[in-house]
């Protein structure tokens, strides 16, 4: 068990590593942060911030000596540094875990093995035939490249066979996966801690909307049937269990119109749709991480409040600076901004949540609030 006044190593310095490093000094630990770009959003807390390339395995490992536990809050480090690290410290969660989720191609693989749910799916590699895999799958589906995507990006949908020769000007020379298009109820997503002794918890089930492929809003609880709940819970805690997760993972999933609940991505860290759980529940997605990698016991993920959460993106900055005092004038919101200071479009610069009585009352006023911030 590393007690508090330890060193958490964070690889990554973005608001996931911001948010992990304000939740681990506030139980007393020291943060130590890995990112290539100076004054990210995680060094303006962190005890300490090293910038250097992933790549770099001196500055990587003189940074691993000084730690006594490694996270990552990114997952697109590459993976083979990451195997130095664990001889030097302890790496949580293993590298085979980032490893095996950072790759579409592998995660899918990987659910299918292991018999979890998840959308048709074929494999084509960088020099594999792109029109063949489209075929075995069928249209409508969606080509994604197998490494560093998220957000929708690397990312095109087929509708017809007219689309064919786009895809192949596009993806030329990239490993891909081809995925059947899922026309999904709803998505909703778990984050889900497992401890070095095994004992697992996952939050409350969020409802995502997603605007340009970018999470929009997170509604919890989630407005879906008690058994697709039940299923939405069930499908994280066997896969944290089968992957041997140490820490926190986010599972994002579609939920078909039969009631279906399909796999879609796995992410080794915390994540986007598990941010209400600062503000609404017991113990946060970030706290849990903290304890989940330094062996202390789980917090309770009781929801105090129906809550949703919508992100602000650097879309609210087109007309100037977004009217924050209408938002805090509000006793229902709680205003979290990542401190970064380039608000481009499409970049997460913060959020907020709102609390009410239901949810569906909540994210009314979310709607309400986030039109009036731009
Ligand atoms: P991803 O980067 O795989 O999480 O995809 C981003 C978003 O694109 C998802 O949250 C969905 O809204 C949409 N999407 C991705 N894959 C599919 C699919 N196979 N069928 C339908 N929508 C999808």
């Known amino acids: 068990m590393l007690l508090p006044g330890k060193t958490i190593g964070v690889l990554g310095g973005g608001q996931l590593g911001r948010m992990l490093a304000q939740a681990a000094t506030r139980l007393g630990y020291r943060v130590h ?20 390339p992933y790549e770099d395995l001196a500055a990587l490992t003189a940074f691993a000596r000084e730690c006594d536990v490694v996270t990552y809050e990114f997952e697109n480090v590459p993976a083979a540094p990451l195997q130095a690290i664990e001889s030097l410290t302890q790496l949580r969660p293993h590298w085979r875990v980032l490893e095996t989720t950072q790759n579409r ?11 979890f749910p998840h959308a048709r799916f074929a494999e084509v590699t960088a020099d594999g035939d792109l029109a063949a895999g489209i075929r075995e799958v069928g249209v409508p589906c969606v080509v994604k490249t197998a490494d560093f995507g998220y957000d929708g990006k690397g990312q095109l949908k087929i509708l017809t066979e007219a689309d ?57 609880p989630a407005r879906v049937p008690a058994e697709v ?21 986010g599972v994002e999933m579609f939920v078909t119109r039969t009631g279906e609940v399909l796999v879609n991505e796995l992410a080794p860290r915390t994540h986007n749709s598990g941010h209400y759980t600062i503000d609404a529940c017991m113990t946060s997605q970030f706290e849990q991480q903290v304890r989940a990698i330094c062996g202390l016991p789980l917090g309770a993920v009781t929801l105090l409040s129906p809550v949703v959460m919508v992100n602000i993106l650097g879309d609210a900055w087109a007309k100037g600076e977004p009217k924050w005092e209408a938002l805090l004038a509000q ?23 709102v609390t009410a009585r239901d949810a569906d009352m909540a994210f009314e006023l979310a709607q309400k609030y986030q039109a009036r911030l731009g």
Not at 105 to 115: A, F, G, H, Y
Not at 164 to 180: D, I, K, S, W
Not at 343 to 353: A, D, E, S, V
């Open 164 to 220: 064919l020769p786009a895809a192949l000007a596009r993806f030329a020379g990239q490993a891909v996966v081809v995925e059947q298009f899922v026309d999904f109820a709803c998505e909703v997503s778990a984050v889900v801690a497992r401890s070095a002794s095994a004992a697992v918890r996952v939050f409350p089930i969020s409802e995502n909307i997603h605007t340009h492929h970018i999470l929009d809003f997170c509604i919890v």
């Open 105 to 115: 191609s592998r995660e899918k693989r990987w659910l299918r093995d292991n018999k």
């Open 33 to 52: 942060v890995y990112e290539p770009q100076a004054h990210c959003p995680a060094g303006a807390i962190a005890h300490q911030e090293v910038n250097a």
């Open 331 to 353: 006793p229902n919101v709680r205003l979290h901004l990542y401190g970064k200071a380039e608000p481009r479009p499409g970049r997460k610069m913060g959020h907020f949540t």
């Open 229 to 249: 709940l039940a299923l939405a819970e069930k499908l994280p805690r066997l896969i944290a269990e089968k992957i041997d997760l140490v820490g926190v993972m």
